[in-house]
C-alpha cells in the first residue's frame, strides 16, 4: 500500500502535496510537518483541508480526512 497526503486548496482544487509514502507513521510525520510549515492555509479558520490518500496493491484508492484532534495536535507542536 502507499499512502499519500491531499491538499484542497481554497476548498476547491485537490493536489498531492506529499508521498507517496511506505508507512502510516511516514504518512503522519508528513503530515503534522506540511501543518507546521505554514506553506498552506490549514489553521482553524483557513482554506484548505488536508486528506490522506491510499492506494492498495491492486490500485484501489481510499481517500479520507484527518481528525480535528489530530489537526490541533499537529497545529499545537508548531
Known amino acids: 500500500m502507499k499512502h499519500y ?5 481554497g476548498l476547491i482544487d ?3 502535496i506529499e508521498g507517496p ?10 503530515a503534522k510537518r506540511v501543518v507546521a510549515s505554514k506553506e498552506y492555509d ?7 483541508a488536508l486528506f490522506w490518500l491510499d492506494i492498495d ?3 484501489k484508492p481510499e481517500i479520507g480526512s484527518f481528525s480535528g484532534g489530530f489537526m490541533d ?3 499545537e507542536s508548531i
Open 73 to 75: 495536535d499537529a497545529r
Open 14 to 16: 485537490p493536489q498531492v
Open 5 to 9: 497526503l491531499i491538499n484542497v486548496a
Open 57 to 59: 496493491d491492486d490500485g
Open 42 to 48: 490549514l489553521d482553524e479558520e483557513g482554506e484548505d
Open 21 to 30: 509514502f511506505d508507512t502510516d507513521e511516514e504518512l503522519l510525520e508528513a
